[in-house]
């Protein structure tokens, strides 16, 4: 599977910015697609999840309410909507995916496959 994130940018707090992942090599059924993303000087972390397969979707603690995560299957495009973007959600962000059956949505090392990051700089 190839990723390839895209939408970062420099946004203002409480702006908001929509990153795409564009996928492609591989039918994505089977598939959970993720993103989390790597603050300056921090490890990375999880963001949101989707099984391509239903829809279901999961979001860290901080993000839910303001991030959205969306699958579009004729384009094979995961998104994800951030809303009342804050400092600290400052940000390299990645887009990743698993298979369904290998380890937890939300463990960074059950995805096998990982695009290249998408920098979001939020200014106070």
């Known amino acids: 599977v190839q990723l390839q994130a895209s939408g970062g940018g420099l946004v203002q707090a409480g702006g908001s910015l929509r990153l795409s992942c564009a996928t492609s090599?591989?039918?994505?059924?089977?598939?959970?697609m993720g993103w989390f993303r790597q603050p300056p000087g921090k490890e990375r972390e999880f963001v949101a999840a989707i099984y391509w397969s239903g829809g279901s979707t999961y979001y860290a603690d901080s993000m839910k309410g303001r991030f959205t995560i969306s699958r579009d299957n004729a384009k094979n495009t995961v998104d994800l909507q951030m809303n009342s973007l804050k400092p600290e959600d400052t940000a390299v962000y990645y887009c990743?995916?698993?298979?369904?059956?290998?380890?937890?949505?939300?463990?960074?090392?059950?995805?096998?496959?990982w695009g290249q990051g998408t920098q979001v700089t939020v200014s106070s």
């Open positions: 090599g591989r039918t994505l059924n089977n598939y959970v």
């Open positions: 990743a995916a698993k298979l369904v059956y290998k380890g937890s949505f939300n463990s960074i090392q059950a995805y096998e496959y």
